[in-house]
């Protein structure tokens, strides 16, 4: 009996450890992802979603287009509008497609199909106005203060000018339609991705490739850490590339991608050691630098008439290591804890 009493106590504490095992298991996954999709905070900067957007390196700045508001400016500490813009005069021209901030936040760059415009974030005026002569914009880039500007474009060439001076350098590497460019602060190192399945790193003065990264399928995101650290590619299957930019080897392969999870921003934390992506399908996830491993992930709001399908996380950046900004086409800007990476 006394046996029998000693095997059922063991059995009972086994039954308690393994609880308290779950229960700091659960307690530990709860810290490390936002819990039920909830920002700390949602602001709507357009009624019935956003064609395009861009928030600036360091939080503080949005740019949106919108089908009712067209070009519009917001600063994101105060939640306050700041400047209304419109492309062109003629309203049926004013589709924004694309939008960049300087990393320094003096200029924002804006562009249809056919033409782009240069602001100044300062004064909110105009500083330029141009227009494609052959293919279409597909993705573009500025540099700190406006003074270089990149033009990827559907027949395959990317366009580096110099504002000043009114220089134009072609870069002719691609093959096929380019998708996705950056740029450097500086607008000395350009990348761009292209449905030729590669990712060129290249000098702007004299159209030098640094470093070209082959993929599978088409490129379909690249970007560079404003500090030189890192470099990103990405194609539409499921293979995603972090890269040290000062060699051109690579840091890691992202962990767990899906078929088709293509991504449409992208932003690395100011300590280094996290990415931050954000998808199509409304999906933003984080991932550690070193590992490539995804550490947590959540979704964007949709907008509300068409839940519970998805948003375009038109981009994303750290106000610090732990916070997140995300602007996507439901038309709102949230605020996101994220999980610290050791």
Not at 2 to 21: G, P
Not at 120 to 131: A, D, I, P, R
Not at 166 to 178: A, S, T, V
Not at 267 to 292: E, H, M, Q, R, Y
């Amino acid at each position: 009996m006394l046996l029998n009493f000693s095997r059922r106590k063991k059995s009972l504490l086994t039954v308690i450890k393994l609880s308290m095992t779950l229960l700091l298991s659960s307690i530990f996954l709860l810290a490390c992802s936002p819990s039920s999709d909830k920002p700390i905070q949602r602001s709507q900067h357009a009624i019935d979603g956003s064609y395009a957007g861009n928030i600036s390196n360091d939080g503080k700045w949005s740019v949106i287009s919108s089908i009712h508001h067209g070009i519009s400016v917001w600063n994101l500490e105060k939640n306050a509008l700041t400047y209304q813009w419109s492309q062109t005069q003629d309203s049926s021209d004013n589709l924004v497609l694309a939008i960049d901030i300087s990393d320094n936040n003096s200029h924002a760059l804006t562009a249809s199909r056919e033409n782009f415009s240069l602001w100044n974030m300062n004064t909110g005026q105009s500083e330029g106005y141009w227009k494609v002569r052959e293919s279409n914009i597909r993705d573009i880039a500025i540099s700190n203060n406006g003074n270089y500007l990149l033009i990827g474009k559907g027949n395959g060439v990317v366009v580096h000018v110099s504002v000043d001076t009114g220089r134009r350098l072609e870069f002719l590497g691609h093959k096929e339609k380019i998708n996705t460019v950056d740029m450097m602060p500086n607008g000395r190192v350009a990348m761009s991705g292209g449905n030729d399945f590669i990712a060129y790193v290249w000098d702007t003065k004299t159209g030098q490739v640094i470093y070209q990264f082959n993929h599978t399928s088409r490129v379909s995101q690249v970007a560079l850490d404003s500090k030189g650290r890192f470099a990103f590619s990405a194609d539409s299957m499921k293979s995603a590339y972090i890269w040290n930019l000062k060699t051109g080897e690579l840091i890691s392969k992202l962990k767990g991608t899906k078929r088709h999870e293509v991504f449409s921003s992208v932003s690395f934390s100011p300590d280094g050691k996290t990415l931050v992506t954000g998808a199509a399908s409304s999906k933003v996830s984080v991932w550690n630098i070193a590992s490539g491993e995804r550490t947590a992930s959540w979704h964007v709001t949709p907008k509300e008439a068409n839940r519970p399908t998805g948003a375009v996380v038109y981009s994303l950046a750290f106000r610090d290591n732990s916070t997140l900004i995300t602007e996507s086409s439901s038309g709102y800007a949230e605020l996101w804890h994220i999980p610290q990476v050791n």
